[in-house]
């Protein structure tokens, strides 16, 4: 080996500054636009501004810092303001909070939060990226010791200080989306009892409402209280600290610790100071490049309205996946390069006490919500890997798909191991405009221990093919407990025993050749078992017998998560 | 809940039988084919032979039957004789021996192993799907007691045996592709010390040297002896039942079990016979609807010759995933419904004593051997989710794509956790034509316990933009030894001090911005950091300053790895 050249210790050399770029806002977005721009573009000065006294810290992990899954603060910050500067020669200023734009004078006002000067920081080209604000209710008791939102380091800070100084034992978790959720882990992990009050009937909104029950069955099976369907009233401050969370329905739930996990909202101050166009869900509004109505000034991150690419319709999605792209493209578009967002498709994951939930593309309610009428869905509860290796579990899954043309319109699952995974590649998928046909079509990892000759995503797509081409005719849910079909449960009859459908008459799939002509010729055949496989298999034998029969999709297990969410009415 | 509804017990109804299927191997490939026949067509008689006992049983669960992971034999039953009658009426001839085809009278001439009978079982269609049979090599001893190769329950069944009647302690593995390290994972988990010959000089053909390299160091590390370049001789069976394996190079093994695991080679004799087309790659041609040259006769799973929709070229894939598709396409084709086999991308899975590894699409050897030159490779090594949360580990990744335009044409993964999930989303984006702008842009789930906000699939892309942009220019890594470039290593001067590239002076990152004018204008400088990261940066701001900068992909983390793989020779 060499040895190293010696090396001699020469002046810094300084580059020409051409242009400055000011961005506001130093997590995710903002942070992923800087370094970017720096590696493109040596000669111009960037400047970061952040409010706070961190830039590009791991804002997702800040539940996990609570819950002391992670243990040392220092592991959140992604770069240090040291970093940024030795990297890549950009200035930060922290604890500086932008005040006022002057578009004309392209000047920024900013306010130092330490001395309280003020000053002016003059741009090229700005960068907002202001992120997303968690919503404080204007509600009695909100700013109550004790009461705490999920945002910054200092936040969490306060909160793990409120649990290890006054020995808390009780908390309140209001909302029940994933920060709602991730604090629920955490605090769980903890050892702390913990409710959940949601206003709306489900946990996890952007999920449908028959597969969040999976989730809530869970968190009550590991001991977590959940009010849902019950907003939040005011909170009361109790003598000796404790504190009561009054609910919309009256009910008081008494608590050492509240989070306020109801959701976030575009933090769009400055922008609409600046004259910004903002958008009717709220969202500063940018074109592909991310730039705003000024072509001086870009947008990025949590503070933008995106297109959603499954429904067509502008949305505001705080994911931190998005937001670094965005930056990304911010970035080249400042550098005069070729650069367009390709729109979101709201692929999210949150796990939860052991439980994966996670989601790509359009819920159903989300279809209907933009007036998509000719979709179809399937549900499946196939196991994780093969089922003749040890230890394979379930994964709930709903694949939504557009009719007749099998486009993937969306996926939810919901289970303990491979969900995401399952996700990941319908992700995929929908990003390149596929078809049902291409789930089927997917060759994906096989071995026992990680999956299926027939992957649950590929049979998802065989199921929706199906549907497709009218081999499996499926019977609406809605529809179970009035319809004048003969409901035929196919299982066999202990399982039959066990549990099945209201006025369902049992006729197993392997007795199915010979009692067929049973069954009513002029009735519609509604035909249910486990999880929809063998109910398919008489499905197809009794159409080909010239039977109008439908399937039941996901059986008696989608039945279930479909009643306990309360969907399908009781008898 | 109604009663269920009294049912009455009519005579089971007879289907006229207008044509008979016959398919030959009940496994994967040819049970597929019969349930999807059935599906698509009840009036149909279908009939499967299969030579051993059982009918789809799991052959991808037998190793893992062998070590006692999967405890029950009856677990790796699918369907059984009696479940293909019951619920497909599909009737099933084990121990049933195909021995030629009357191709103008459509016949098949069958013998009953049990009873020795020869009969005829004429067809209107017929299915061949015998599978590949393991590789003897004929060499002395392979036929000794003791000497296994893995293929149906009852081999698993007798090398279970001889482990527990024997008490036997050591095994060697001849052959270190997919069932070797299956075996050599379940042989361990016996407790066995295991060794593996290998004629090639590393394990998983499939994969390039230098990504099978990491299964080595890790198996090593685990204790199993690797003797890598060096094939099997013969086998000599000493007095007292142990058992000598002599390797080409003279080394002689002392052990008590030998497993052969040298590879399958398709099982074409019956079609042959037949006089069936054979390709040059050994396998039964058929078209994209499975048929072969005959019309009447459709051929699926291990036993064809399949495209390769990445190099262009035929190969023969022993792989279930692809069997079971097949299967349902010659399906959907005898039942005159529309069908095409769409190639395979040959995306597998193997996990090895707590490794996974995963190949999707061409190998970088593969590509060369097609005759593929406008390719580029990336390597990156990045935690298998964000490193601010505990126990992200690396995941090694390489990702081959065509240039200029940027083609995904294959990925392999080896490391501990979400290894597949990574190669099952390039997969998916390979069946759609992705390019590298697509795995930059793919919208993946994102919570810290699973991935990062910029995924390892993103970052690849993103990685192959900046080669194709030109913004990272590559060095060559197998010019390292020879080059005449300055050899720059970024780190910091404890990182570069505890270990280097031979002849690479040290300029940390950091300091880059004063110290960059020490540094050559006349000679290309190649950069070089611990994963490829910092000497990305170094390399972009260099080419900014006007320097010929160049990035080794993947850092000295990859120099180790070719290094180890015998790629990159010593000084």
């Not at 008081?252 to 600046?274: C, K």
């Not at 499996?472 to 459908?501: C, I, K, N």
Request: proline share 5%; charged share 20%; aromatic share 6%.
């Amino acid at each position: 080996m060499h040895p190293a050249e010696p090396v001699s210790d020469l002046p810094r050399a300084s580059a020409p500054s051409s242009r400055r770029v000011v961005i506001v806002g130093g997590v995710a977005g903002g942070a992923s636009c800087a370094a970017r721009l720096r590696r493109l573009d040596e000669s111009c000065e960037i400047v970061v501004l952040d409010r706070g006294p961190y830039v590009s810290f791991a804002n997702c992990g800040l539940p996990y810092y609570v819950g002391n899954v992670i243990t040392d603060e220092v592991s959140l910050l992604v770069a240090s303001a040291q970093m940024f500067r030795d990297r890549f020669n950009i200035t930060v200023h922290t604890e500086t909070e932008a005040l006022s734009v002057d578009r004309d004078a392209r000047s920024l006002r900013v306010r130092d939060l330490r001395s309280g000067q003020v000053r002016e920081e003059h741009y090229d080209a700005l960068v907002l990226a202001p992120g997303a604000a968690p919503i404080r209710p204007a509600l009695a008791g909100v700013d109550a010791p004790g009461v705490f939102a999920v945002r910054s380091i200092p936040d969490t800070r306060l909160i793990r200080a409120w649990i290890d100084q006054r020995a808390v034992k009780r908390a309140v978790v209001v909302g029940g989306g994933f920060i709602g959720l991730e604090m629920v882990e955490n605090l769980r992990h903890r050892g702390l009892e913990v409710t959940v009050l949601e206003k709306l009937g489900q946990l996890m909104p952007p999920l449908d409402a028959e597969m969040a029950v999976w989730v809530a069955d869970h968190l009550r099976e590991k001991g977590v209280t959940l009010c849902l369907g019950d907003g939040l009233a005011a909170i009361e401050a109790q003598s000796g600290g404790a504190l009561v969370v009054v609910a919309e329905s009256g009910a008081r739930i008494e608590t050492d610790l509240v989070i306020l996990a109801i959701g976030v909202r575009p933090e769009t101050t400055l922008a609409r100071q600046a004259g910004l166009t903002i958008g009717p869900r709220g969202g500063i509004v940018v074109d592909p490049r991310m730039c705003t109505g000024d072509p001086n000034i870009y947008a990025v991150g949590d503070a933008v309205e995106v297109h959603d690419v499954l429904t067509g319709q502008e949305t505001v999605l705080p994911l931190a996946g998005p937001a670094n792209r965005q930056g990304r493209i911010a970035a080249q578009a400042i550098a005069g390069r070729p650069a367009a967002f390709r729109g979101v498709q709201a692929t999210a994951v949150v796990g939860v006490v052991g439980m994966t939930v996670a989601s790509t593309g359009a819920s159903e309610k989300g279809l209907v919500r933009a007036g998509v009428k000719n979709f179809a869905k399937v549900y499946l509860h196939p196991g994780h890997h093969a089922g003749y290796y040890p230890g394979a579990r379930a994964i709930h899954l709903k694949l939504l798909f557009s009719v007749p043309d099998g486009r993937v319109l969306g996926a939810q699952a919901v289970g303990f191991e491979g969900v995401e995974k399952r996700i990941d590649v319908v992700a995929t998928a929908i990003q390149f405009g596929a078809t049902v046909d291409d789930l089927a079509d997917a060759e994906l990892c096989y071995a026992p221990q990680y999956g299926a000759a027939k992957d649950p995503v590929n049979i998802a797509g065989m199921i929706a093919q199906n549907v497709l081409s009218g081999d499996m005719v499926l019977a609406p849910w809605d529809g179970v407990s009035d319809t004048d079909a003969l409901l035929v449960d196919v299982r066999e009859p202990e399982e039959y025993a066990a549990g099945h459908l209201p006025r369902a008459i049992n006729v197993p799939l392997s007795t199915m050749r010979e009692r067929y002509a049973e069954l009513p010729r002029e009735r519609e055949v509604w035909l249910c078992c486990g999880v929809g496989q063998r109910a398919y298999y008489a499905t197809r034998f009794l159409a080909q017998k010239g039977y109008r029969a439908r399937n039941l999709s996901g059986g008696y297990t989608t039945y279930g998560s479909l009643k306990r969410a309360g969907l399908i009415g009781s008898e």
